[in-house]
């Protein structure tokens, strides 16, 4: 009971910062990139972010929950993650600039069916502003937080949206 508090507090202030920040959405399909037979076929995701007050040139999110469907080493599997993105541009203000986009992320998530379980995650890509629409392309790498499972390399096509903000 003595954790409540704190926690919840801790999640009044990150909403509060995270007020006049955007919402966007994002949705995205790819495939693997590793060799082999077992990883050969492709992922499905979306996911819902907040972004924090834009910096010059820079616009930091907080990816709340990101929900995808894969499959690794022959087996369907379902995954839920949360983590960092960081969005780059030539223009003053990155969402809505009609130009080129840098974007890196960093997650934790957990796999549900065989292969990772509980993994983190770490992507870079291009992608280029449409005013509320970004599409972009990326590389991501997921590796187990237990040493003797496969990892994985994956290579995603997707589009960000604006929703309001």
């Known amino acids: 009971m003595r954790f409540r508090f704190p926690l919840l507090a801790l999640c009044l202030a990150a909403c509060t910062l995270a007020l006049p920040g955007q919402i966007v959405a994002s949705g995205s399909f790819g495939v ?3 060799r082999g037979e077992a990883h050969t076929v492709g992922r499905v995701a979306g996911s819902i972010a907040i972004a924090l ?6 616009l930091f999110l907080w990816n709340m929950a990101s929900l995808g469907f894969d499959r690794q080493q022959h087996h369907n599997g379902g995954s839920i993650a949360t983590g960092f993105e960081l ?3 030539p223009s003053l203000r990155p969402a809505g600039s009609w ?3 840098v974007l890196g992320e960093v997650a934790v998530g957990r ?11 770490v992507g870079g890509g291009v992608g280029w502003s ?8 990326e590389f991501r790498r ?6 003797h499972r496969p990892g994985d390399n994956q290579i995603l096509i ?3 949206f604006i929703l309001f903000g």
């Open 53 to 58: 007050p834009p910096l010059p040139h820079a």
């Open 142 to 147: 997921r590796v187990s937080f237990h040493p």
């Open 99 to 101: 130009g080129p986009l």
């Open 32 to 34: 693997h990139a590793n």
């Open 158 to 160: 997707g589009l960000k």
């Open 111 to 121: 796999r549900f069916g065989l292969g990772l379980h509980g993994y983190t995650a």
């Open 130 to 137: 449409l005013g509320d629409w970004i599409p972009y392309l």
């Open 87 to 89: 969005w780059l541009s």
